[in-house]
């Protein structure tokens, strides 16, 4: 079956330095994925998205690669700022989250 | 952006109690609403998801009769945990998306439901 998941449950990095956010997929028909954010007790934030007849998309300071040889996907986030802490989440459409990397950046 | 919003943000009910939550997309039609729960430190587990004026869909594991979820306009979907137990206490969150933007989804900010 479908499954989206995170290598690494938590992160920490020193703020000004790049981070990198992996996930893994199972499902080769997956199409399309999304990254979210999540601050404590909110709702999830729409990130950046992907296609899959794209390799690599780029927003402000986020980047998107999708390596569909392995089934893998990272999120960049470059100068990494301490607004950047959270929890990370892949998810497909249809939404299947992966379970979640929480960032956090030390000042 | 689009907007959706969630009533109310924080819930305390006693067990045995129903609890509604609504889910309202501010400024689109969302053809489409799903929603998720949320456990502390756990990813969102999508619970069901809704097209206005039909019946939800539900995934696998999750009791439609005590997860009411009624979708009757285009910028309102309602959840209903019914005869609320404390292990139904979670974090529920709705997201709506539209017909012209099927693949785009817009996440309201989460319902906290506590049972007694």
């Known amino acids: 079956g479908e499954s989206v998941g995170l290598h690494l449950p938590t992160l920490s990095v020193q703020e000004g330095d790049n981070s990198i956010i992996n996930c893994a997929y199972s499902n080769s028909a997956s199409d399309y994925f999304i990254w979210y954010k999540q601050e404590s007790g909110k709702g999830p934030q729409f990130i950046i998205d992907i296609r899959s007849n794209m390799d690599k998309r780029q927003g402000q300071r986020v980047t998107v690669l999708l390596n569909k040889t392995v089934k893998h996907l990272s999120l960049q986030i470059a100068a990494t700022q301490p607004g950047d802490s959270a929890v990370y989440f892949c998810?497909?459409?249809?939404?299947?989250f992966g379970r979640g990397t929480s960032l956090i950046v030390h000042p | 952006g689009a907007v959706v919003s969630q009533h109310p943000s924080r819930v305390i009910c006693k067990s045995g109690t129903s609890v509604k939550i609504e889910c309202r997309s501010l400024?689109?039609?969302?053809?489409?609403m799903f929603w998720y729960r949320q456990f502390p430190k756990q990813s969102l587990m999508l619970m069901a998801t809704?097209?206005?004026?039909?019946?939800?869909?539900?995934e696998q594991g999750v009791e439609k009769d005590k997860f009411l979820i009624n979708h009757a306009s285009l910028t309102l979907s309602t959840l209903t945990v019914t005869s609320a137990h404390p292990e139904d206490s979670s974090f529920y969150i709705c997201?709506?998306?539209?017909?012209?933007?099927?693949?785009?989804?817009?996440f309201g900010p989460g319902t906290r439901l506590t049972v007694l």
């Open positions: 997201s709506a998306s539209a017909e012209s933007s099927y693949n785009e989804q817009f």
């Open positions: 998810a497909r459409y249809i939404p299947t």
């Open positions: 809704s097209n206005e004026g039909s019946k939800a869909t539900y």
């Open positions: 400024d689109f039609q969302a053809t489409t």
